[in-house]
Nanobody
């Protein structure tokens, strides 16, 4: 399994970025793809997730209404559109994949067995 994250960068507060995660080697029918983020000195927190089959979406409270997760089934790629970015969104963003998750488990870091390398998002004030 390979997860290749990209799209991070430096942006001013109020700006937008789109992250991409290209996945391979997965049984996509059973997978939930997600984004987590980790700021310096803090835990790795759930940001957003999407079930590959059915398209159910899940969001962390701090990003609801600002971030949107989507997927391209032809490209086996998941996207995270981040709008109205705030300095507190600054973190390394990780793409992850978990198998056979449900709503109650989709936000739990421990349920994800596959991780990408991370991409840094820096939001300046």
């Amino acid at each position: 399994v390979q997860l290749q994250a990209s799209g991070g960068g430096l942006v001013q507060a109020g700006g937008s970025l789109r992250l991409s995660c290209a996945a391979s080697g997965l049984t996509f029918r059973d997978v939930t793809m997600a984004w987590f983020r980790q700021a310096p000195g803090k835990d790795r927190d759930f940001v957003a997730g999407i079930r590959w089959s059915g398209g159910n979406r899940y969001y962390g409270d701090s990003v609801k209404g600002r971030f949107a997760i989507s997927k391209d089934t032809f490209k086996n790629t998941v996207y995270l559109q981040m709008d109205n970015l705030k300095p507190e969104d600054t973190a390394v963003y990780y793409c992850a994949a978990g198998m056979r998750l449900i709503a109650s488990t989709a936000t739990s870091r421990d349920r994800y067995g596959y991780w990408g390398q991370g991409t840094l998002v820096t939001v300046s004030s």
